[in-house]
């Protein structure tokens, strides 16, 4: 691909994102929409997926991203609901999606359909987060959907493997399949499990945050690329590696998070506008080769399987919530009891996204008897159908649905609460340490340095108990959001005399530097991340 393509790819992409936050749709629905517009503008490039690009060097930063920015505790608490639907669902939905497939097109033999099946399984990553923040899932779904999101695609990946072997006459058996499955899962745990703790203490050890972002950004591609070359999972050896620096990262310095948190968001940004576009864009390419397919056929085939794959998942999610609880006294003396409502949307939650078009993209165009592979280009429109039909349908409607069914959302009284209890027994603590550093005489500081350390920590203390406070009638502010727009302000007038002093030539552009910096981390430190 030309660099002018790319640019224009990321610049169109980036900017409709950044309109989408000021609409009321979500940023992928709108993505993929004016990509399907602008697939048909006459001089705009072919943008077809290469799964040697996709596969390997977008999917590991977006795995990467997600799975560190999830809580370990709390998968790790959810561990059976995301097991049954990472595994269980996209194997389930592998052979009934192929089944149906097979029944509801005429000719498509059934180790094709099952190829079908594998590449149309597995909800996608980064589509179920982008939507389970805009819509503000209750925390538990969210957790689910992202555990299952985040693993699902190595159960995927290998479920095509072996379905694609069997269809090209590789000699493929259920047995060697599941040898298969077993090898890539925990080869890519263990590979995981091996460079994780090397990988955190580098990180720990580098000693500047310029270094030690420069490790954070290649990570994923080493877990990914290390695994691959044992013939294992590097999906879940990026996970697991990310899981747990993601857990450890407190012990990270500050200015390593910092930095590494701005870093990533952007690329999470970047790569995720451009992920959904390229999903639109796709159009021109898989309608190519439907000829044989004329009248009108294909579009039924798509509107039947998109049935099928939507069915599919309820068929499967109302017997994992329900089942366990029938058959374990532990699980049900563990867990409340479920309404109908939460699989309901666990079930509606099911987008496909750009690893499915990747995975049908990797389909060989012969067979090893030299022969066409039988309904490859229906299987890409299927593919396509299948993923914008569940990112349109599904993603419009999930946020009503969720208005609708009254689900109890996160609950920000009690949120703020547990933060400002927290942070009452973490500044008891450093006041007590200050307390004892002080009565070093090698630590003696004069009276005003004490007290202004003591008033740092008192200020952070009731930050947090200020905001559950009362409003400010006529500004509708707490007393903690007028004491940052006032910090605020008053930053602003010292950051517009040091750019007069500069331009007078008072001081020089270095010290500028220095002193809007010193500006900069004051106002970072005073106002708490909003987005």
């Known amino acids: 691909m030309d660099v002018l393509p790319l640019l224009l790819l990321v610049a169109g992409s980036a900017a409709v994102a950044g309109a989408a936050r000021r609409t009321p749709v979500p940023a992928p629905l709108l993505l993929v929409a004016v990509a ?59 052979v009934v999606v192929g089944y149906a497939a097979y029944l509801i097109v005429p000719g498509l033999p059934l180790t094709a359909a099952l190829v079908l099946g594998a590449v149309v399984a597995p909800p996608d990553a980064v589509a179920a987060t982008a939507v389970a923040r805009r819509v503000g899932l209750p925390s538990r779904i969210t957790t689910i959907l992202q555990g299952e999101s985040l693993v699902n695609d190595a159960t995927a990946i290998t479920a095509f493997k072996v379905a694609l072997a069997a269809a090209v006459g590789e000699g493929a058996t259920w047995a060697g399949g599941l040898r298969e499955f077993l090898v890539a899962a925990v080869g890519g745990v263990v590979v995981g499990l091996v460079l994780m703790v090397p990988l955190h203490w580098l990180r720990t050890h580098l000693g500047e945050a310029l270094l030690q972002n420069t490790l954070s950004l290649l990570i ?15 999906v879940l050896a990026v996970v697991v590696v990310a899981l747990y620096l993601g857990h450890r ?38 309608l190519k080769g439907l000829g044989a397919y004329e009248g009108g056929r294909a579009a039924w085939y798509a509107v039947a399987l998109f049935l099928v794959v939507v069915a599919t998942r309820f068929v499967w999610v109302y017997p994992a919530t329900y089942v366990p609880r029938m058959i374990s006294a532990r699980v049900r003396g563990r867990e ?39 309904g490859r280009n229906l299987i890409l429109f299927l593919t396509f159908t299948t993923v914008i039909g569940t990112l349109v349908v599904q993603g419009l409607t999930l946020p009503p649905l969720i208005r609708l069914l009254k689900l109890p959302g996160r609950d920000q009284q009690a949120e703020t609460l547990a933060e400002a209890n927290a942070q009452a027994q973490a500044s008891r603590a450093a006041e007590k340490r200050l307390d004892e550093l002080l009565a070093d005489e090698r630590n003696a500081l004069p009276g005003p340095l004490a007290d202004r350390l003591r008033s740092v920590l008192e200020r952070r203390r009731n930050a947090v108990w200020e905001r559950l406070g009362a409003v400010n009638p006529t500004t509708g502010e707490t ?31 270095e010290m500028l530097r220095s002193l809007l910096r010193r500006l900069d981390l004051e106002e970072a430190a005073a106002f708490r991340e909003t987005q």
Do not use: C, N
Request: charged fraction near 20%.
């Open 479 to 509: 007393r903690d959001d007028t004491y940052r727009r006032l910090s605020r302000e008053m930053i602003s007038a010292e950051r517009e005399v040091f750019v007069k002093l500069r331009d007078l030539r008072y001081i020089d552009d």
């Open 220 to 234: 994923p591609f080493v877990a990914y690329g290390v695994a691959e070359q044992v013939h294992a999972s590097g």
């Open 36 to 94: 399907l517009v602008i697939s048909y503008v006459p001089g705009v490039p072919d943008y077809t997926l290469d799964p040697e690009v996709v596969l390997p060097l977008l999917l590991p930063p977006l795995l990467y991203t997600a799975a560190a920015d999830s809580s370990y505790l709390d998968l790790r608490a959810q561990m059976r609901p995301v097991a049954l639907l990472s595994v269980g669902y996209v194997l389930f939905a592998t």
């Open 336 to 374: 409340a009891d479920p309404t109908w409502k939460a699989p309901f949307v666990i079930s509606w939650a099911g987008m496909r996204g750009v690893v499915s078009l990747a995975i049908a993209f990797s389909i060989p165009l012969t067979m090893h008897d030299g022969g066409g592979f039988p």
């Open 249 to 286: 990262s407190w012990e990270v310095d500050f200015a390593t998070r910092l930095q590494e948190e701005a870093v990533w968001k952007m690329v999470a940004f970047i790569l995720e506008s451009a992920v959904f576009a390229l999903i639109g864009l796709q159009l021109p390419v898989v």
